[in-house]
Antibody, heavy 117, light 108 residues
């Protein structure tokens, strides 16, 4: 059974950074992509980017380019999402999901991020 | 950036009805570029359809997808209470891989 476990809720001040983890199990971590998608309260889904753990390839949304970094620890089957220079509109539920280059077959439960001074 | 426009924003129907959800794209896309996701309240999204018309594993045949070019459709037959949710289309034709704003399917 594929399971994605995400780190707990975060509360950050504007201008600071955060790092969310996504621990996977039930499949070969290096065979599939890890996508990150966020959802602001009451809003729709926003694709942020993906990483292919096998070779470290990353593709980021241009909107977040320069502020987001995706990494993967293949020894721990865990992916990470770093977001810097946080703003109020970064407050959202952040999902990791695994799948192929484009599709997201299995999703994590989400990590709630609050940005407030 | 490819913009996806879903219509209607909200669809009010009764159990047993059929539903037709639309996704229009700002650029011509290949059929393989469109996927549909379902999100129930308080839950993570779930992949329903990919390549416009292929059902994901475990998805019942009451869900079907179609379309080409700039117009894509998700059809749901014989609505059941568990089908009332928000549905998103997503394109993978060019980065950023944008989602539509969603169609909320609610019980009438």
């Amino acid at each position: 059974e594929v399971v994605l476990v995400q780190s707990g809720a975060e509360v950050r001040k504007p201008g600071t950074s955060m790092k969310i983890s996504c621990k996977t199990s039930g499949y070969t971590f290096t065979d599939y992509y890890i996508h990150w998608v966020r959802q602001a309260p009451g809003k729709g889904l926003e694709w942020m980017g993906f990483i292919f753990p096998q070779n470290g390839e990353t593709v980021y949304s241009e909107k977040l380019q320069g502020r987001v970094t995706l990494t993967a620890d293949t020894s721990a089957d865990t992916a990470f999402m770093d977001l810097t220079s946080l703003k109020s509109d970064d407050a959202a539920l952040y999902y990791c999901a695994t799948g192929d280059r484009f599709l997201k077959f299995f999703w994590g439960p989400g990590t709630l991020v609050t940005v407030s001074s | 950036e490819v913009v996806l426009t879903q219509s209607p924003g909200t669809l009010s129907l009764s159990p047993g009805d059929g539903a037709t959800l639309s996704c229009g794209t700002s650029q011509t896309l290949r059929s393989v570029d469109i996927a549909w996701y379902q999100q129930k309240p308080g839950q993570s999204p779930r992949l329903l359809i990919y390549s416009s018309s292929i059902r994901a594993t475990g998805i019942p045949d009451k869900f079907s997808g179609s379309g080409s070019g700039t117009d894509f459709t998700l059809t749901i037959s014989r609505l059941e209470p568990e089908d009332f949710a928000v549905y998103y289309c997503q394109q993978s034709g060019s980065s950023p891989y944008t989602f539509g704003q969603g169609t909320k399917l609610e019980i009438k």
